[in-house]
C-alpha cells in the first residue's frame, strides 16, 4: 500500500527541510524515498498545506498515580468537560486532567502522536503503562525517577562503587520499562520524610548525608556512561522559591559541561528584585546556557485558567498546599521510594505572581537562541492543560498578538520581566524544531520527528492560517504510523501506539543485591516489582520499541 | 443456592508444580511472597494468613454455564447475556471484584450500553474518597510504613482478622531500613474488641489500648484533634463536677454532657482522659506517626467523618513533624476497580454512562442503592475472586459472572463461571494503598476462562 502526500510545503528540520515543496511517500507505515514509477494506492492533495512529522510531547504528566489522585482529587474540574462516546470513540473526561483515552484523542487531534510522561516512580511504574496502555493514537514512554528512593541514597552513602550504582540505574530502567531517568528534588523528597523541609543544592541529607548535587551528578554520570541517549531529566531543588535562579544557575556550573536536561525551568528561575521580593531571572539562565552547550531545557509555561499541580515533588507540593484552590489536596510518602504532591491551582492574570510566572516562560522561550536544545510544554497539567500549545504558539509566532496579551496581564509584573522588549517572532521551522526534530533527537527517538525515508509515517498536516492558535489546534490530517486517523481535527480512526523503552547494559549480579534488598526491606518482591514486556504488550494491545544506546564505558 | 452444577469437569490440569512470588487476591494487602505447589487442580499455599489459605485451598467445584437453571454452553451462555444486556436501558454492571482488566471491560461495556458501574464494595472506598474529594490528606504506603513509622495508631479496624499478614510484614518486621536511628515502634488500638495479639516482639516499644466503642470513637479522635491543635481540652484531677465546665464546649458536646458523671476520674467516651492526652502527646513527639484505618471496618454512621477527623489530626501534625495516614481495606480488587474507572473517566466509580458521556454522583449510581429502590432493569454482577459478594437480592434479571461456588440469593438468569486472577489466568491488580499494583500470575489450576474475557465476548455479541 503506497500513500503520496502531493505538493505541501514541509518543515522537517532534522532533514534541513525548511518550507519546501515535497511529495512525501509512504508505504506500509513508513516514509519512503520517492518513487516516480510506484502505483499510488492512495493520493492526499496537500498543496498549500503545511506538513511536519507528527507533534512529540516530551514532559507530559499523563499516566501514573499521581495524575489518577489528581483526576480523583477533582470531580467538579471534569464536571466542565464531559466528553460522550461515539461510534469511534470512548467517552470519558476533559479540562485540566483528561481521562486516558480522552488525552490521546485530544493530542492527536492537535496534531501530537507521541507523549512522554516524565515522572514515574519505579514503585508505580506498573500502573503508569497500565494508564499509558490506556492512552490511543500516542506513542508514549517514560522517564523513571531515582533520587530519592533508599537504595541509591543508601549506596552513595555507603560509596559503593560507581559500576555497582551504574547497574542499579540500568536496572531500575530495565525494570520499570522507561526510556530516560528523572529526579525530582535531589533527596528532597526522602528528606522530607526525614522532616526535612527544604534542601538545597550543597546541603546534606540529615540521613543519607549526601548532598542534591552528589545525587545528580551520580545520576547524571551513571547515565552518561550507561548510554542512555537522553541525559538526566532534572526538575531542581527549591521550585518555585524566589531567588532559586541561584540554584539553577549553580546546579548548571555543576554539571562542568555534562549533559544535562533542566525540566519546567520557568519554576526555577526567580529572581528577588522589586518591593515584592519576586522578578525574572531568565536573562541570567539563558545568558549561562550559551556557556553550557550541553544543557536543554523545557519551559513549563504557565498559562492562565484554573488546572491542577501534580509533582512527585512532596515536598515542595506540601509547601506549596497552602495555596490550594480549590482547598484540597494530597501529599504522599511511597515506598521509601519517591512521594508525591498534587496541589490543584488557577492561574490568574490579574495576579502579580502568576502574570510574572507567564512572562518568564515566554521570555525564555525567546531569549534562548538554539530552538534544538529548548522544549515547548507547559508541564502539563501544572503550568496549563496541553491544549492549550496552539495558543502558547501563537504566541510565540506573533509579536502583536503577545503585545495584545500582556495588555490584559497584571502590568506589575511586567516591570519585572523582559518580555515586553522583545520582538523575536518563532519561525515555522522552530516551532517544528521546538515541537518534533529537538524532543526526538533529545530522547534518542531514531524514526521519529522526522518525514525522511525510514521515518514512521506519523505526519501532520496544518491549514495555514495567520492565526497560529487556529492553525494548530485543528489539523486538517494527522497519520499515525502511515493511517489517517484525524481529519479536520477529529477523530476517524483509533489506533494503539507503541511504547518506547531504552535498556543499558548492566550487570545480572545486581539482583543478587537487590533481591536480598527487597527481601529484607520491601513489601513487593524484586520479581514482582519488575515490570514484564507481556505486561506492556498485552496480547497485542500494547507494542514495545527498545531505542538503541551507545555502548557502556567506565570512567 | 452455590453457583454450581453438575457436569462437566474443569479440564483438570496434569502433575505437580511449584509457584513463588505468587500474589494473592484475597485482600487488598496483595502479598506477594506466596509459595504455592498445585497438584492437579489442588493448591497448597505454604505462607499464606487463614484468608489466603482459604481461599487459595478452597476446593473448586465443578460449575458450567447456566441459563435459567440449564446447563448450556459458553458461547449459548454468552448470547444469552449479551441478549440481557441489549434489551435493557439501564444496565447496572456490579460487583466488579477482580482484575484491571474486568474493570476495563466492564468499563467498555458499560459505556457502549450506557450502564451504571460500582464496585460492590464501594461503601467502604467512598468513606474515604469523600474525604479525598473535600479536603485531601496525606498518605503513606505499605513499604513506607514498615520501614518508618515509630507510632502506628490503628483506628476502629481490626486489622488482624481483616489482613492476617499486616502486623507481621508492616509491624514487627524484624528488619528496617532505618535501624541505627531507632526502628522501636508504639502501636495504639483505638476502638473496643481489637485483636492486639499480633503487635509483639523486639520491635513493639509499647502497645497501648483505648478500648471504646466503635460509635463513640469519633470523640476521642475529636479529642485528640483538640489537644494536637494545642486547645485547651485539660480537664482538672479528680475534680468531677468541673470536668464538662472547665473542659471546654468541645469537650462537652463530645460527652454528652455524661462523660465524667459516674466515673471518678474524667473520660471521653468511657476512656481517661489522661489515656487520649497521652496518645495526643505520643502523636506529637512521633518521629513519623502513622495512622491505620481500614475503611470497610469503620460502620459508624458517617465514617467519612472520622476518616476526615484522622486526616485532619494527620494534617495537624505535620506541621512540625512528620505523620500520614495508611488505608488498608481494598478486598474483592476494589482498588483495581476504582482506580481504572478514574484513570478512564476521571471518577471513581458510581458513574452512569446512560446519557454517552459519564456522569457521577455517588449517591444517585451506588447500585445497592438503585436496586433497593427498583432502578435499572438488568444486573450484571461480576464476582470472580471470593465466594461473598454474591448476587444481592433483587427481581432484575441478572447475568453472574462468578468463581464457581460464589454464594447467590437466588438463581441468576445467566450464570458463567470465571477464573480468578491470580489463580486460573494473569493479571494485574492494585494495591490498597492506591500506588502499588502487582502481577497475579497463573496457577494453572483450570481453564476457567478470564471474567474480562468473557465480558469482551458478552460485547462483541451485542
Known sequence: MMIKLTGGKVYDPANNVNGEVRDIYVRDGRVVAADPDARIDKEYDVRGKVVMAGAIDPHTHIGGGKVTIARMLLPEDHEKDEVAHTELTRSGTGHALPSTMITGYRYAEMGYTAAFEPAMLPANARQAHMELGDTPLLDKGAFVMLGSDDFLLRSMAEKKDFEFIKDYIAWTMHAAQAIAMKVVNPGGISAFKFNQRKLDLDEKHVYYGVTPRDIILTLTRGLLELGVTHPLHVHGCNLGIPGNVETTLATIRATEGLPLHLTHIQFHSYATEGDRHFSSGAVQIADLLKKYPNISIDVGQVMFGATCTASGDSMRQYNGAKNADPKRWVVMDIECDAGCGVVPFRYRDKSFVHALQWAIGLETFLLCDDPWRIFLTTDHPNGGPFYTYPHLIRLLMDRDFRRETMLHVNPEALKYSTLPNLDREYSMYEVAILTRAGPARSLGLKDLGHVGPGARADITVYTEDGNRERMFEKPAMVFKNGELVVRDGKVIKVVNGATHVARPEYNRDIEKSLKNYFDRYHTVRMENFRLSDEEIIDGGRGEIIVQPTRARTSS | ?462
Not at chain 2, 211 to 234: M, N, T, Y
Not at chain 2, 360 to 371: A, G, H, P
Not at chain 2, 423 to 449: A, E, F, Y
Open chain 2, 1 to 462: 443456592m452455590t453457583a454450581q452444577a453438575e457436569g462437566d469437569h474443569l479440564g483438570e490440569p496434569a502433575g505437580t508444580q511449584t509457584y513463588t512470588n505468587v500474589t494473592c487476591p484475597f485482600c487488598g494487602l496483595l502479598c506477594d511472597d506466596l509459595q504455592i505447589t498445585r497438584t492437579g487442580s489442588t493448591l497448597k499455599v505454604e505462607n499464606g494468613c487463614p484468608r489466603a489459605t482459604a481461599g487459595f485451598q478452597r476446593p473448586l467445584p465443578a460449575a458450567k454455564p447456566l441459563v435459567r437453571g440449564s446447563e448450556v454452553s459458553l458461547e449459548e451462555a454468552v448470547q444469552a447475556a449479551a441478549a440481557l444486556v441489549r434489551g435493557a436501558s439501564l444496565p447496572l454492571y456490579g460487583g466488579m471484584a477482580g482484575d484491571v482488566s474486568l474493570a476495563r471491560a466492564v468499563l467498555s461495556i458499560a459505556d457502549r450500553t450506557g450502564g451504571v458501574v460500582d464496585h460492590a464494595l464501594s461503601e467502604g472506598q467512598y468513606r474515604n474518597f469523600r474525604v479525598v474529594q473535600t479536603s485531601g490528606w496525606i498518605m503513606s504506603t505499605l513499604t513506607e510504613t514498615r520501614n518508618r513509622a515509630d507510632l502506628i495508631i490503628i483506628v476502629g479496624s481490626d486489622v488482624h482478622k481483616l489482613h492476617g499478614r499486616f502486623f507481621d510484614r508492616i509491624v514487627t518486621n524484624e528488619h528496617t531500613m532505618f535501624e541505627d536511628i531507632g526502628g522501636k515502634r508504639t502501636v495504639v488500638f483505638i476502638g473496643e474488641g481489637l485483636d492486639t495479639s499480633a503487635a509483639t516482639g523486639p520491635r513493639i516499644e509499647e502497645v497501648i489500648s483505648l478500648p471504646v466503642s466503635k460509635d463513640r470513637i469519633p470523640e476521642v479522635l475529636a479529642a485528640i484533634s483538640g489537644l494536637v491543635r494545642g486547645h485547651a481540652l485539660q480537664v482538672p484531677e479528680g475534680t468531677v463536677e468541673d470536668a464538662p465546665k472547665r473542659s471546654g464546649i468541645l469537650a462537652t458536646l463530645l460527652s454528652g454532657g455524661k462523660s465524667a458523671s459516674s466515673a471518678a476520674v474524667p473520660e471521653i467516651a468511657g476512656v481517661k482522659f489522661a489515656d487520649i492526652e497521652h496518645i495526643a502527646e505520643k502523636c506529637k513527639k512521633a518521629q513519623y506517626g502513622v495512622m491505620v484505618w481500614s475503611p470497610p471496618a469503620l460502620s459508624m454512621p458517617q465514617a467519612d467523618l472520622s476518616v476526615h477527623m484522622m486526616t485532619e489530626i494527620v494534617r495537624e501534625l505535620n506541621l512540625t513533624t512528620r505523620f500520614a495516614g495508611l488505608a488498608l481495606g481494598g478486598n474483592e480488587g476494589a482498588p483495581s476497580a476504582a482506580s481504572t474507572c478514574t484513570w478512564q473517566t476521571g471518577y471513581p466509580l458510581r458513574v452512569s454512562f446512560a446519557s454517552g458521556a459519564p456522569e457521577y454522583d455517588s449517591y444517585r449510581y451506588n447500585i445497592s442503592r438503585m436496586l433497593t429502590d427498583g432502578e435499572g432493569d438488568m444486573l450484571l454482577w461480576v464476582a470472580s475472586i471470593g465466594t461473598d459478594i454474591g448476587l444481592p437480592q433483587t427481581s432484575l434479571p441478572t447475568v453472574v459472572l462468578g468463581t464457581p461456588g460464589l454464594r447467590l440469593a437466588q438463581p441468576p438468569t445467566v450464570y458463567i463461571p470465571v477464573g480468578t486472577p491470580g489463580i486460573d489466568h494473569t493479571g494485574q491488580m492494585v494495591r490498597c494503598d492506591n500506588v502499588v499494583s502487582l502481577p497475579m500470575q497463573s496457577l494453572g489450576r483450570s481453564k476457567l476462562p478470564s471474567s474480562a474475557d468473557v465480558l469482551t465476548a458478552i460485547e462483541a455479541a451485542l
